[in-house]
Every structure is written in C-alpha cells, then in structure tokens.
C-alpha cells in the first residue's frame, strides 16, 4: 500500500495523488451506516446554538465535542469536525493501513497520528458549496510543519460534476500561503472568487471506494449538490505522532462552554 514511484511524482509535481477502488463496496455501507447514525444522533440533541461564519453555519455541540457544519438554518448537516472519537467504525477505519501506508511516504515518517476528520455529506438537492480555500490557513498556531500534514478523502458515492465533486488547482501546493478574504471574520479563512483565476480549477471526479490525497496548501472547492445523489465523503488528516489532535483543544474549549451555561 507505499505509494508507487510514479505516485510520489504525481503528488510531488500535482499535490495530489488519486487511487482508485480501494475500499469494497460492503466497507462503504458499513462507513454509509454509521454515517448516518452518527448525523441521526446530533440531529436529535441539537440545540440551535448557530454561528454564521463565512460561507458556513457551525454549532459546537459541546457534549460530544464536535463542530457541526448545518446546511443554512435547515437541520441538513453538511459536515462534522472531528467525528472518528464519536463511532467505533470511524475510530477502526482511521487506523486502517490502506490509509497509513500511503500517508506515511507523503509525510515522511513512519510513526503516524490522526490530526483531524471530517464527514462532509453533500446531500442530494441540499448540499451546498465548500469555498475557494487552502486548508493551511484554518490550522495555522496548531501545525507547525507544513510537510508533515496531509488529508485523504475518500469518496463513499460516487463524485461528479453533477452533484458536487472536489476540484482543485494542480500544482498550487507549491505556491505558498495565498491571501485571504479582507474581512474580520471566520470568512478571512477563504480565498476571494473574484481575485482569483478560477479556470486553473480543474474537477476530480472519484467513485465509491475510491481516494484522493493532497496537503495542506492544495487550492480546492466544490460546487453544490443540486442533483438527486448523495456527494458523502470521509476526510482523514494525518501527522507525525505524538502531536496533538484538534480535539484535545475543542475539548477544552466544550468544557468552557459547559460552564458558561451551568452559571
């Protein structure tokens, strides 16, 4: 599962690497299920504590210690940030070494951790767009080394351009730190649509089980959902281990909030 000398200049020429079937087709209803019973959970415990932020509308929901990501004011989720500590399946598969290994050539060490995870569900004719962004800008004071950093995604529908697949811009990771949206907000976080030439974007359409890898400095975004199928994908980041994990501070930032609401 190392990655192949061809993969390494992929990654290293693109800044992203594509491998293709890699998951079987029951692994992907098992992921699908617990999905879905994970969205099922928060969906029930909601609160409406929102917070409109850039393009987004995020809740902490404090006794889990998740971030959820909520399509507008709907009760649609788009997204969880971190979700493999919630379900046993997405703590297993986390650790599974057909995400490992090739993680472990990218990032140059053998001895891996989990820095983050995402379940981004792009529903049918509810998903919405995922902005123009580097995902660098969102860690910066939590990762230090911006070659020991590296997401994968892995598709659990297939991805297209009809229901929202990933594009990127080939060849961005070497192009440093871009600028930021020019407001005070979490929308600082995003790149400008308007002060950048979107033609370079260029779609990754993936089917289920399979994976795409790329750093922290990869331009990328995608588009809504206005199709009648699902877009859910697993999004894996890894670093050396032994540092720490967004939910050791989201953590303390939840116990904070369980406070404040005890007064």
């Known amino acids: 599962m190392r990655l192949s000398e061809e993969e390494k200049a992929d990654y290293k020429r693109d800044g992203f690497v594509i491998r293709r079937g890699v998951f079987e087709a ?3 209803e098992e992921m699908r299920r617990a999905g879905d019973e994970v969205i099922e959970q928060l969906i029930a415990i909601r609160h409406g504590q929102r917070l409109p932020a850039g393009s987004y ?10 971030v959820i990501k909520w399509e507008g004011d709907s009760d649609v989720i788009h997204g969880i940030e971190p979700f493999a500590h919630f379900h046993p399946t997405f703590e ?3 650790l599974d070494e057909r995400f490992l290994e ?14 983050t995870e995402k379940l981004n569900y792009k529903r049918a004719r509810h998903g919405g767009k995922v902005a ?3 995902d660098y800008p969102y860690w910066v004071g939590t990762v230090d080394d911006l070659d020991r950093i590296m997401t994968t995604m892995l598709l659990l529908d297939d991805s297209t351009v009809e229901n929202g697949c990933l594009y990127v811009v080939p060849g961005s ?12 907000d979490f929308g600082k976080f995003e790149m400008d649509d308007d002060a950048f030439d979107l033609s370079l974007l ?4 993936l089917a289920a089980g399979d994976m795409v890898m790329f750093g922290p400095l990869m331009i990328h975004r995608s588009h809504p959902n206005p199709s009648d199928n699902d877009r859910r994908a697993l999004l894996y980041t890894y670093q050396p281990a032994g540092n720490r994990h967004t939910l050791d501070s989201l953590r303390k930032l939840s116990a904070a909030v369980r406070a404040a609401e005890a007064r």
């Open 173 to 184: 990771h070497q192009w440093g730190v871009q600028p930021g949206k020019d407001v005070a």
């Open 132 to 134: 123009l962004h580097q």
């Open 26 to 28: 029951h692994e992907l």
């Open 102 to 115: 090739p993680a472990r050539d990218i990032l140059g060490v053998d001895d891996i951790g989990l820095f």
């Open 92 to 94: 297993r598969y986390g």
């Open 202 to 205: 260029v779609p990754v359409e």
């Open 57 to 66: 509308t995020f809740e902490l929901e404090a006794t889990t210690d998740v």
